[in-house]
């Protein structure tokens, strides 16, 4: 079979042991299609889009991004209430965002349908670069922790731990149920294996 990458012709190539494989492929990517739809993304491309800052922050939206000046200790901010994404479904945490502190660490919280209450149990801290002159990406698998778990409510978002002063710029955050890109000719699915099978992959190289 054959496609047009890129404005060039090249052979795809089926990395599967026998048709039933390909049929189960073929409905795993067509139901995280459909899935995926149940995600959420804010890109700030039309003002707070509902996050609200609560604690020793301010900021405004301007160019598709917040931009936060942090101004006490534990700095944070949270989503429009009532997300109601399917844990299981959305296990990817995603942020582009430049941090301009000296904290090297962001946390991000959640509170579920079943579980209202804020506390560490239900969060997750990353690592950041501190001091950054530019936006990066930064993503996890926040479903690594066991109570990310039935219907996610809300989510918090805590841009430094240590710090009560500085600033940093949000351009994106979202909430996903995988990454899927395309990289030197080979598309990728990423996906947290510990739910679910080995993942049998499409190939755009000729030699893979």
């Known amino acids: 079979m054959k496609t047009i990458l890129n404005g060039q012709s090249k052979v795809i190539k089926l990395k599967m042991l026998n048709m039933k494989s390909f049929f189960v492929l073929a409905l795993f990517s067509f139901m995280s299609i459909l899935v995926k739809s149940q995600g959420v993304t804010y890109t700030f491309n039309s003002g707070t889009e509902g996050w609200t800052l609560i604690s020793s922050l301010t900021g405004t939206v301007s160019g598709g991004c917040y931009n936060l000046t942090i101004n006490g200790a534990d700095p944070y901010m949270v989503s429009p209430s009532s997300l109601g994404l399917s844990a299981a479904n959305n296990i990817m945490f995603k942020i582009k965002v430049k941090n301009s502190t000296s904290d090297n660490s962001f946390q991000l919280f959640w509170i579920t349908n079943s579980d209202g209450t804020w506390n560490q149990q239900k969060s997750y801290s990353f690592g950041v670069a501190p001091n950054d002159n530019q936006i990066r990406e930064y993503s996890f698998i926040v479903a690594s922790k066991s109570t990310w778990s039935g219907t996610i409510k809300q989510i918090r978002l805590d841009p430094g731990n240590t710090i009560t002063s500085g600033s940093v710029q949000i351009d994106e955050i ?18 947290d294996l510990t739910r679910g099978g080995a993942i049998n992959y499409i190939s755009a190289s000729s030699n893979t």
Do not use: R
């Open 174 to 191: 979202a909430i996903v149920p995988y990454d899927f890109s395309l990289d030197n000719g080979i598309i990728k699915i990423k996906q």
